[in-house]
């Protein structure tokens, strides 16, 4: 396995696991995709419906350097049908359980600069995790068990309401929101100019 690149970003990468298989349509936002023949951060994923059938959307943004040069100097889209996904097996690295692990919805303007996040930690307090309560005015808290999927679902929720922008799902192992805020913010920066991570 290549080494990680050293750059501000590299807190997305603490913790991740070696190369593991797994179908195509499992991709989620987070992971590294082994494709092509190079490593791709994978920012969002999703499904539309074209003439041709279902198709799986992936977000991708290359990894090192070298990994932009076999492919793109900028974030991308890779599509497949998802009859050809359901049977095709891809490598991924997936971010290790950490409960220093943000997942941040992040929102882009029309030029790709980071404008905003909202954050879900793992393990923190979470609302959305806990029994509804009978009274709204005293919330129950639990552990956040799907930080992840939290994020995923802001950034589906805003594709829905603004489809022009972009929006990426991104994580970072931080002490505070504001370093995690930080690393989103250096990410998108990274990605808008640098071209990759």
């Not at 190079?38 to 041709?52: K, N, Q, Y």
């Not at 129950?140 to 829905?160: F, Q, S």
Request: one cysteine or more.
């Amino acid at each position: 396995m290549t080494a990680m690149p050293t750059s501000p970003c590299s807190a997305l990468f603490d913790d991740m696991s070696g190369a593991l298989t797994q179908n195509r349509l499992t991709v989620q936002p987070g992971q590294i995709l082994h494709a092509y023949g190079v490593r791709l951060l994978v920012l969002s994923a999703g499904f539309g419906t074209t003439p041709f059938g279902e198709r799986q959307e992936l977000s991708v943004v290359a990894v090192s350097h070298d990994d932009a040069r076999a492919t793109y100097f900028r974030a991308w889209n890779m599509g497949l049908g998802v009859e050809y996904a359901r049977r095709e097996f891809v490598k991924i690295e997936i971010p290790q359980p950490n409960k220093r692990r943000w997942w941040m919805a992040v929102s882009l303007d029309g030029k790709g600069h980071f404008e905003g996040a909202n954050g879900h930690q793992e393990g923190a307090p979470c609302t959305v995790c806990a029994d509804s309560p009978l009274d709204p005015s005293r919330p129950n808290y639990e552990p956040c068990r799907y930080a992840l999927r939290h994020a995923w679902n802001t950034v589906n929720d805003w594709d829905r309401v603004a489809p022009g922008r972009r929006h990426y799902v991104l994580s970072a192992a931080a002490d505070t929101w504001e370093q995690a805020r930080a690393v989103a913010a250096e990410t998108c920066e990274r990605i808008r100019t640098v071209g990759h991570l």
